[in-house]
């Protein structure tokens, strides 16, 4: 619970929520420890421990500069939050563009449920709308907590919700940085090798990342791009859609098993 205290007090998250997500998650490929591709993605989210560059500058200094900027749009630092609000743009790819998309989505998603149990005022839907945790513009500490798995105690009832959302993150926004990313390490001369091999003994003075400029995504004509990412997509989201079918047919099931009390939801 450490790591999340700075965040403020565990009061403020719905704990058992969180945990019903992800023993929701079922039916995906698996990693090589044995867990589902996507379960891994939501521990490490929730816990802030996905390899972007900025985690990477801090176990890896020696191969990835502390200096560096987020490599798509070489703007600002690529932490956790970064991902969901990167302005980087290729046709049908920009990260920002998506997060907030599929919020909406996700949002709309929460009060459809809801007005499936039972009628709402107008006065409920537009409160609801309202809240901290859907303000994207900026976006809110909330609504990046949301983005993260964190789910406040006054929404438990969205909790079937939420591994949809991410869902679609994880497709649309993570596995697509992913090809990015090892696309922007193998232009700095970045390889599997050089990450297992550790830093130099003969001279430690000496990183491997220093001897290589900075580049990023954003200094690259994007035609140049277009067709060797357009191949590495198509592979990628074939793979989102296999995930997806799997999911939508295990969330189905859930959705008809398990309901949110309208009384809990007038309530919150």
Same mark, same amino acid.
């Given at each position: 619970? #450490?790591?999340?205290?700075?965040? $403020?007090?565990?009061?403020?998250?719905?704990?058992?929520?969180?945990?019903?997500?992800?023993?929701?998650?079922?039916?995906?490929?698996?990693?090589? &420890? $044995?867990?589902?591709?996507?379960?891994?993605?939501?521990?490490?989210?929730?816990?802030?421990?996905?390899?972007?560059?900025?985690?990477?500058?801090?176990?890896?200094?020696?191969?990835?500069?502390?200096?560096?900027?987020?490599?798509?749009?070489?703007?600002?630092?690529?932490?956790?939050?970064?991902?969901?609000?990167?302005? @980087?743009?290729?046709?049908?790819?920009?990260?920002?563009?998506?997060?907030?998309? !599929?919020?909406?989505?996700?949002?709309?998603?929460?009060? +459809?449920?809801?007005?499936?149990?039972?009628?709402?005022?107008?006065?409920?839907?537009?409160?609801?709308? #309202?809240?901290?945790?859907? &303000?994207? !513009? +900026?976006?809110?500490?909330?609504?990046?907590?949301?983005?993260? $798995?964190?789910?406040?105690?006054?929404?438990?009832?969205? /909790?079937?919700?939420?591994?949809? %959302?991410?869902?679609?993150? @994880?497709? !649309?926004?993570?596995?697509?940085?992913?090809?990015?990313?090892?696309?922007? !390490?193998?232009?700095? $001369?970045?390889?599997? #090798?050089?990450?297992?091999?550790?830093?130099?003994?003969? +001279?430690? /003075?000496?990183?491997?990342?220093?001897?290589?400029? &900075? /580049?990023?995504?954003?200094?690259?004509?994007?035609? +140049?791009?277009?067709?060797?990412?357009?191949?590495?997509?198509?592979?990628?989201? %074939?793979?989102?859609?296999?995930?997806?079918?799997? @999911?939508?047919?295990?969330?189905?099931?859930?959705?008809?098993?398990?309901?949110?009390?309208?009384?809990?939801?007038?309530?919150?």
């Amino acid at each position: 619970m #450490a790591r999340f205290t700075a965040l $403020g007090s565990p009061s403020l998250f719905d704990w058992a929520g969180i945990h019903f997500c992800l023993s929701q998650i079922k039916g995906f490929a698996l990693h090589k &420890n $044995g867990r589902p591709e996507f379960w891994i993605f939501r521990i490490k989210l929730l816990l802030d421990m996905l390899p972007t560059l900025t985690t990477l500058q801090q176990r890896k200094p020696y191969l990835y500069s502390p200096d560096w900027l987020c490599p798509q749009c070489n703007s600002a630092p690529e932490d956790l939050n970064h991902l969901w609000t990167c302005p @980087y743009i290729l046709p049908d790819l920009n990260p920002c563009i998506t997060h907030r998309s !599929e919020l909406v989505k996700f949002r709309d998603s929460c009060l +459809s449920s809801f007005l499936s149990l039972k009628p709402l005022d107008i006065t409920f839907q537009t409160g609801f709308s #309202a809240l901290d945790c859907w &303000n994207f !513009e +900026s976006p809110s500490p909330s609504c990046l907590w949301l983005t993260r $798995g964190l789910l406040p105690t006054h929404l438990t009832t969205i /909790s079937p919700l939420l591994n949809h %959302f991410q869902v679609e993150l @994880y497709g !649309e926004i993570w596995l697509c940085q992913n090809v990015l990313f090892h696309a922007w !390490e193998e232009s700095q $001369g970045i390889s599997a #090798a050089s990450k297992l091999r550790g830093p130099s003994l003969k +001279s430690p /003075s000496t990183t491997i990342s220093l001897q290589i400029p &900075n /580049s990023s995504l954003a200094t690259v004509s994007q035609n +140049s791009w277009i067709s060797w990412i357009s191949s590495s997509i198509i592979q990628v989201y %074939f793979l989102i859609f296999v995930i997806l079918f799997d @999911y939508i047919f295990e969330w189905l099931i859930t959705e008809t098993l398990i309901k949110p009390e309208y009384g809990e939801v007038a309530g919150s």
